[in-house]
């Protein structure tokens, strides 16, 4: 009833996730071999299926001894947590759903992780398919903002959700002479890494989300059919890029990088919108852009609301701890260590 399925089974992976309806580019085995590069964790399919439901879960199975707050402290392949991988995720569920046929899920769920010494998990659930609403029998739900998602079923309705002022600015980024194009390639991929690392620098990025040249070559090779780098143009040189995700019906803003030299251009309204039309043209009906840093309504969600002024789409994590005993022996190793950190909306605790 419940099956664990690795990297090692992709084809069986991607088979079950492509019997879901409702499936999205985030739950297929390949969106996931790049964060395992990136040292995220094991990827897991989680698969259950009874008389009345089937649900899948994507998770990074992460070793607690090898976080920086447990070297030399617990021994690596000991304890472990689940988190979902980088993006969103979250239980897909079908079938006759009733609070009964949820429970007897988590139990079975909850039992596996205890047998094999996973304390926690932190899910980030899909602000387009909704399905935190699905999970509140299985995880804490906790909502922590808006998101942005333009709507691209049709031209029309992408300029009418837009707001005044980002039009205008597209136009400016047409007039200065700015063009927008899309493909696949390694020498795409070789142009985009400076202009993505040169905006994570100006941001003041952790080192996390800089990413090796292995990382990028699986988004090329593992995700060959659902991705595309779209890159402004300007007197011959690219200014900006971004790697777009593409589901079933839904595109994703997966990776941005700009020079900021040419800010002034607009490139990023022209960006975003010339890659909506290409959405519109292709049969899509979403792209989504995310939220604020945080999921705070700042001013990147500020810039992303330009384009679609009336989304309504959230963004909710879930939290589950399995074995209380030891979340809290963890979170006491933690507490001894760095008594000045207190930040209990933090999840695992154990590892601010």
Known sequence: MLTIITLEEAEKWDSIVK??????????????????????GQPM????????????????????GMDKNF?????????????????????????????????????????????????????????????AQRSTEVYEVV???????????????????????????????????????????????????????????????????????????SILHDLKNNSLLFYAVFENKVIASTIILLGTDQMHGHLFGSDKEYQKLKIL????????????ENGYKTFHLGGGLGAKEDGIFKCKKQFNKNSDTIFSIGKKIFNPEKYDELRTIRDNDNPEINDSDFFPEYRK
């Open 143 to 217: 909502e922590l903002g808006k998101t942005i998602t333009i709507n691209v079923t049709s031209k029309d309705q992408l300029l009418s959700d837009m707001g005044s002022e980002n039009r205008r600015c597209i136009r400016k980024a047409i007039k200065e002479g700015v063009e927008v194009y899309w493909g696949r390639s390694p020498q795409l991929i070789d142009s985009f890494i400076p202009l993505y690392n040169a905006t994570m620098h100006h941001a003041a990025a952790a080192e996390y989300y800089y990413f090796g040249s292995e990382f990028y070559n």
């Open 71 to 131: 070297k030399e402290k617990i021994a690596p392949q000991t304890y472990f947590d689940l988190s979902t991988p980088y993006g969103y995720g979250g239980l897909l569920i079908e079938g006759r759903v009733k609070q009964r046929s949820l429970a007897r899920f988590d139990e079975m769920y909850s039992r596996y992780c205890l047998e094999n010494n996973v304390i926690s998990e932190i899910v980030r659930f899909h602000p387009i398919l909704g399905n």
């Open 45 to 64: 399919l989680i698969y259950y299926e009874d008389e009345d439901i089937r649900a899948i879960n994507v998770v990074m199975k992460r070793d607690i």
């Open 19 to 40: 019997s879901f309806e409702n499936f999205d580019v985030y739950y297929l085995s390949g969106y996931t071999k790049a964060f395992e590069i990136h040292g995220d």
């Open 269 to 280: 309204n022209l960006l975003v919108y010339e890659t909506s039309r290409w959405g519109c």
